[in-house]
Every structure is written in C-alpha cells, then in structure tokens.
C-alpha cells in the first residue's frame, strides 16, 4: 500500500510539471490545454480549469479507463474522454491537447499539414492529419469521448500505427499529440507547432510547394526511428 501510494504520488508529481511547462510555453494560453500520462489500469491528468500556479500536484487526478475517477477532490479536464480513448492504444503513454496557434489555424481551415521537407520527415513521413467533422449527434451526446474516436478512426484510415505520427489536427478544435511518455506528448505538441508554422511560411513564399519525395522522407524518418536507426549515441 505504502508502494502504491508513493507510485502515485510520483505520477501526479509528474503529471503537474508536464502541465506547468505546457502552461508558461508558447503553445497555449491562459488555462486552455491539458496533459495526462498512463498510471497502471488508467492515467492521471490535470484537473478542469484551474490555475496550475495556484495548486500543487496532490490536485492531479487518477482515472480508470471506464471513466471513474479512483482519486482526486476536482473533476477531470472536460477533454478527460478524449484522453481515456486515446488510451485503448496500448502503444501510448501520454497525450496532450493544446490550442497553438499555425496548428490549430490549420485545424479550423480544415486542413492538415503536409510533409513538405526533412524537418517534417524527421518526426513522420505522413501529413499531420486532420480529423472529421463530427455530426451534430455526436458533439451533442459524448462530444468528448467522440472526439477521441474520430481521431482513433482517423489515423487507423490511413493504415498507420499511432506512434507512426506525432499527432492530429481535431478539426475546429486544436492539436492533440501523444507518445511514449507524457514528455515526449509534449515534445509532440511543440513538434506539430513548429511544422504548421513552418508549411505556413513555405506556402506563403511558394504556393506551389510541393510534398517531399517518399525515398528522402523515408530516408530521414527512418535513420532516426527505423530499425537500423542511426541518429544519436
């Protein structure tokens, strides 16, 4: 028991930094944005709203991956479903959703953001998707939880695993990302900020860029990620 609650106890610890450096970077504003990490059968994520200099770790909140609430006094984010799906892929161990800027002007314009040089390359050879509009019913009844769907929907239309991208656009909305770990969720986040700001600038200065060709996005992708990858010690 005593273990256990010392597992948590780190969880929350560190689910409350990766929030706090979420909040003082230039991906959100004010309390906008959220970040989880898995914890055993569930994740712990960040309470809805509150002001993170003004709380402390103990207020982070564990959650089953049924919806019920194990530990914590606040309630969840209000984008806590959208996390909880996205943890049915056993592959990912943390989420973040932010509202950055190019990335979520790209997300309202209804458009992904296409792999147009080696930078894109060296985090995904594919376009950082954009999902479906969900329909009224949907954004009525379980808006959150259906949210999550379409972006589990959206990337399994591709044929690619989720770990295969950095993230997605959720169209009208915003960027969630995800990764191995909760850090590297947030590395993600950045990730996708970076590229949209970037595709924005090479569209602006040549409209008629194109995609770059499949063997040098594979090439970079792969001496990072690949199975005979050789980038770094």
Not at 121 to 150: A, P
Request: charged letters at 25%; aromatic letters at 8%.
């Amino acid at each position: 028991m005593i273990y256990m609650s010392d597992s948590l106890n780190n969880a929350k610890r560190n689910v409350y930094k990766v929030n706090s450096e979420l909040q003082n970077s230039h991906l959100v504003i004010q309390n906008f944005g959220n970040a989880s990490s898995r914890f055993l059968n569930g994740f712990v994520i960040k309470p809805s709203g509150i002001i993170l200099r003004e709380s402390n770790h103990k207020e982070m909140v564990q959650m089953d991956l049924e919806g019920n609430k194990l530990d914590g006094d606040l309630n969840p984010s209000s984008d806590e479903p959208t996390h909880r799906i996205l943890y049915t892929d056993k592959d990912i161990n943390g989420v973040v959703h932010t509202h950055s800027k190019y990335a979520t002007a790209f997300a309202q314009a209804n458009l992904e953001v296409p792999n147009l040089g080696t930078t894109h390359s060296d985090f995904s050879k594919y376009s950082i998707f954009v999902t479906e509009q969900l329909d009224k019913d949907e954004v009525v009844n379980d808006y959150e939880l259906n949210t999550g769907k379409k972006i589990i929907e959206t990337i399994k239309s591709k044929g690619i695993s989720m770990l295969e991208t950095p993230g997605i656009l959720s169209i009208r909305h915003g960027v969630f990302s995800w990764g191995k770990t909760i850090e590297d969720a947030l590395k993600n986040a950045e990730i996708i900020e970076y590229l949209a700001e970037l595709c924005f600038i090479t569209r602006n200065l040549n409209p008629s860029s194109e995609t770059i060709e499949d063997f040098i996005s594979s090439k970079h992708f792969n001496r990072k990620h690949g199975p005979n990858k050789y980038y770094g010690q």
